[in-house]
């Protein structure tokens, strides 16, 4: 329990430090003062990031590629995973090994490109969904689960009747919540913090992914110093500025967990206990 707790104040205490200084004043965080409470209370760090047109336009982006993204995410992977947890099946073996390959040899950046620019896929949002539709990791993780369902309960349904798309969607995937809560928590995480596929295969303004637009602000201070008057200079800081962003960009996807928390963690149980 302690070493839980203090791994936990290890990932609690950077937040909060942040969030701290994303609500202090200039003349607070340059002097060193902003600890885990906020000094010189101050919102005008998230006034000029909501005003700021471009860091929406990146998040509405960001957010049809992560709901977008995921759904196909576990579309794809739950198309894949049940037919290979199957024994009637068959070259089940022989695609798993072909799954398997794929983890441990990956693709060349220039190949990869040149593939994608023949599909006529760069500068659109499908470039970030497509390719990364299967996760070789989740769909091993997802057959595992497949696995572990009685056949009993298949073998009489199909006794009934049921074909195999409806049995899937009666059957399979509402006794699957689990592992799908698990796998669509993760792959959602993927979308939103995606940013090296949006680097390589995006270079229109109008498809900026918000990991993107966060790495010009901390990296560039690029903010737009016009909306900065001289009223706000000694309220808001770069560093201030930064930390509101960073915030602004992580709440989003911490808000899904509350939601799926008691599916999650029984999917991430998946395979651990064996009868």
């Not at 060349?108 to 659109?124: D, R, S, V």
């Not at 309960?153 to 899937?168: H, N, Q, T, V």
């Not at 390589?200 to 990296?219: A, H, M, N, P, T």
Request: proline share 5%; aromatic share 10%; glycine share 6%.
């Amino acid at each position: 329990m302690i070493l839980m707790f203090v791994i936990g104040l290890a990932m609690v205490l950077p937040m909060l430090h942040v969030i701290a200084q994303s609500l202090s004043d200039a003349p607070a965080i340059n002097s060193g003062a902003v600890g885990l409470w906020p000094v010189g209370f101050t919102t005008e760090n998230y006034h000029l990031i909501l005003k700021d047109g471009t860091m929406w336009l990146a998040f509405r982006n960001s957010v049809i590629v992560t709901v977008a993204g995921t759904l196909i995410n576990l579309a794809a992977t739950a198309s894949l995973a049940y037919p290979l947890s199957r024994p009637e099946y068959l070259y089940r073996k022989a695609a798993l090994v072909l799954v398997l390959i794929t983890m441990i040899f990956h693709a060349p950046l220039i190949p990869n490109y040149l593939l994608l620019k023949n599909l006529h896929m760069l500068n659109t949002l499908w470039v970030l969904i497509i390719p990364g539709a299967i996760s070789a990791y989740n769909l091993f993780v997802m057959r595992s689960f497949f696995v572990n369902l009685p056949n009993e309960l298949l073998d009489s349904a199909r006794i009934d009747g049921c074909g195999e798309f409806r049995m899937i969607w009666k059957i399979v995937l509402p006794l699957s919540k689990p592992v799908m809560a698990t796998m669509g928590i993760m792959y959602a995480v993927g979308n939103w913090n995606m940013y090296s596929q949006a680097i390589y295969y995006i270079d229109k303004r109008s498809l900026l992914l918000l990991q993107v637009r966060l790495r010009e602000i901390v990296i560039t201070d690029n903010m737009g110093a016009s909306d900065i008057t001289s009223d706000l200079i000694n309220l808001i800081s770069p560093e201030g500025l930064k930390m509101a962003v960073i915030v602004f960009a992580t709440i989003p996807i911490m808000l899904v967990y509350p939601f799926l928390q008691k599916h999650f963690i029984k999917g991430m149980l998946v395979g651990s206990i064996k009868s």
